[in-house]
């Protein structure tokens, strides 16, 4: 997916910057990039993370880079931030979201005199350059930045940088969070608001859906008002946020725990004990354990001073070798022992499958699984939750393919996303079956949304029930 992280000083804003991306790592694998200006001008460097953390790429540049305003990313794909110069000047630009109408975008670009692209390595357009031709096509920076959100199918969150100061637009559906905070000599930008806490800035604002605001060393202000309608991603507490993340003043790890407690309240398995799959996991683990009595334990152990990041390396297949490598048995906690096993969701199953069958190698009797989401039936149109390329990749469209002999409909997809329906039931059965677990019982929607403690219309839900 990606994150982005800007500041505005009165003093040198390299050290805030760097270590502010850097708290961003989790969100993506591919591309780290940091953009500054100052006396000199713009100054920007862009480096391949998939074999190196940020910190180690970047150690050199930020001892050469200096300025006064500067953004930067973790990105998930394409190279940023990108610098551009047009008629509003110069100015240094990154995105998280995603664009779904990318080639209407870029005929109508090209039917309005619009000269050319660069073709990125796997031939496609990258998404921030294309969003600064949007941009550039309206008079003024706050109008393109309007533009934007109005034209893209999908989700667009913008961080842009000029002379006078760093200008943050979030989507438009507030799918992607934007934070802002304050210290006594400057702002910054936030996707992830504890990016900023150990740097000694304060919670100021969090940016409504659509909403536009310009920041310098001095002040920030809104040049655009907040929409009213907001589609938060729900994945955000589910998977994706850090534990000491909090969106839209909801707590991460606080959203797991009532997850959790909310799975055991309707579960009537007794298992030996309870446990997470590393990381996301082990919060909703501790919630279930916390409402059930049933004790938490940690059977395996993530092995992390290599393997930091859950996401790398991209090819499918060597993340599956690597998140089985990374798992250490703790035998004795597992030898004859029964184990309900909580994972944030099921997207493919192999992973789950193979740390099952590393489980039940390892001597235990019975493995339970329970996602702490419901089944995935739709990829997500918003955010690149998952790299799939095709919706076949979920292990429940392809179950449910099997069982309705080709002939699926979104009416019939919608009887499966009912937990009450026996096509859902036989679903769950199907996939229990083909990953060898004990026993499977998925989260229900309607759970994992009290459990955000927001008002269920606010939250998107696209991916398990195919409403936007």
Not at 82 to 107: F, M, P, W
Not at 210 to 231: F, W
Not at 346 to 358: H, K, M, P, S
Request: proline share 4%.
């Amino acid at each position: 997916m990606g994150g982005f992280f800007g500041v505005t000083s009165q003093h040198d804003c390299v050290f805030d910057l760097f270590f502010g991306i850097d708290y961003h790592s989790h969100l993506g694998t591919r591309r780290g990039g940091m953009a500054v200006f100052g006396e000199k001008g713009f100054n920007r460097a862009i480096h391949n993370i998939e074999n190196a953390p940020f910190r180690t790429k970047f150690d050199k540049d930020v001892n050469e880079m200096q300025g006064i305003y500067g953004i930067g990313c973790i990105s998930d794909y394409e190279p940023q931030p990108l610098i551009i110069r047009s008629h509003h000047g110069t100015y240094a630009i990154t995105t998280v979201g995603k664009i779904n109408n990318t080639d209407e975008l870029i005929k109508k670009l090209f039917d309005e005199g619009h000269a050319h692209f660069l073709e990125m390595s796997g031939g496609e357009i990258n998404a921030t350059e294309l969003v600064a031709a949007l941009i550039n096509q309206k008079d003024n920076l706050i109008e393109g930045l309007k533009y934007v959100q109005e034209s893209v199918d999908g989700s667009m969150s913008i961080l842009l940088m000029n002379k006078a100061g760093i200008y943050a637009a979030r989507d438009r559906y507030g799918r992607t969070p934007i934070v802002i905070g304050r210290k006594e000599d400057g702002f910054c930008a936030s996707f992830e608001n504890f990016a900023y806490k150990n740097l000694g800035y304060s919670d100021y604002k969090e940016l409504g859906p659509g909403e536009i605001v310009v920041m310098t060393e001095k002040n920030c202000i809104t040049l655009s008002n907040p929409n009213k309608d907001m589609k938060i991603c729900t994945f955000l507490w589910v998977y994706y946020g850090y534990p000491a993340s909090s969106y839209e003043g909801i707590s991460v790890e606080q959203m797991r725990y009532n997850c959790g407690a909310k799975m055991a309240g309707r579960d009537n398995v007794k298992p030996d004990i309870v446990a997470g799959v590393p990381d996301s996991g082990t919060a909703h683990a501790v919630g279930y354990a916390n409402a059930s009595g049933i004790p938490f334990s940690r059977p395996f152990i993530k092995y992390t001073p290599t393997w930091p990041r859950s996401f790398m390396p991209t090819i499918q297949s060597k993340r599956n070798l690597i998140a089985k490598m990374k798992l250490l048995a703790v035998d004795d906690l597992i030898k004859d022992k029964s184990l309900l096993l909580i994972d944030d969701s099921i997207v493919r199953g192999t992973q789950l499958r193979e740390t099952t069958e590393f489980l039940y190698q390892s001597g235990a009797k019975e493995v339970h699984i329970r996602p702490a989401c419901p089944p995935l039936l739709y990829g997500c149109k918003y955010l690149n939750f998952s790299r799939s390329s095709s919706e076949m990749d979920l292990i429940t469209r392809r179950v449910i393919e099997r069982l309705e002999n080709g002939n699926v409909t979104d009416e019939i997809l919608q009887e499966y996303a009912d937990p009450e329906s026996p096509k859902y039931e036989q679903m769950v059965e199907e996939i229990r079956k083909e990953l060898n677990f004990t026993s499977l019982r998925f989260n229900r929607l309607d759970d994992m949304l009290d459990a955000t403690g927001l008002e269920h219309d606010r939250l998107c839900t696209y991916c398990w029930n195919g409403r936007e």
